[in-house]
């Protein structure tokens, strides 16, 4: 299952959803409300492409650190409310807590919230811009510890995941995996 944690954009976006749809593989983006104020057509593209988009709330903020229902429904609704006034349609209750921070109570909150909260089980260091892996090492850890049922986390701010993504799909679909969503 792949997945990308989208906080912002930086030009990767097209080339990302590019690679997925010439793999015809369906991705879930996690985005975040500057996001989709500031790339509605992305978001768009994403639906019309039959993506899915899951709430990593408003702000990005540590959830850990809310303990307040309200404020916590409050960074999850205003995305969902931001979410149907760009696209038409109702957000998905999917929820992934920004940077993967959370508590006992907030995955209550979400639950009562009629969220699923969805976390991962392959990522690797992608996400500072100035940083980016050589593709020799996005390939070194993509390719070594893909496994049956994994939950890929990516992020669309990678210049590297732009550059690799179709040469990726590839190389995982002839090791013989293929995508859910």
Not at 146 to 172: F, M, R
């Amino acid at each position: 299952y792949l997945t990308f944690d989208a906080g912002y954009e930086n030009g990767y976006t097209p080339a990302i959803l590019d690679a997925l749809k010439k793999h015809d593989v369906k991705a879930t983006f996690f985005v975040v409300g500057n996001y989709i104020e500031t790339s509605p057509d992305l978001i768009r593209r994403m639906v019309e492409e039959g993506h899915t988009v899951g709430n990593h709330t408003y702000h990005h903020p540590d959830m850990s650190k809310i303990c307040e229902k309200a404020a916590f429904q409050t960074e999850l609704e205003s995305l969902a409310t931001l979410y149907k006034e760009t696209t038409g349609q109702d957000m998905v209750k999917f929820y992934r807590p920004p940077q993967g921070k959370y508590s006992e109570q907030n995955l209550q909150q979400a639950k009562e919230l009629g969220y699923k909260t969805f976390f991962w089980s392959l990522a690797y260091v992608d996400w500072y811009v100035d940083k980016q892996p050589t593709k020799e090492q996005a390939f070194s850890k993509l390719l070594t510890r893909i496994h049956p049922g994994a939950v890929v986390l990516l992020h669309s701010t990678s210049k590297t995941n732009a550059e690799i993504l179709d040469e990726l799909l590839t190389k995982w679909k002839e090791m013989g995996y293929t995508f859910g969503t």
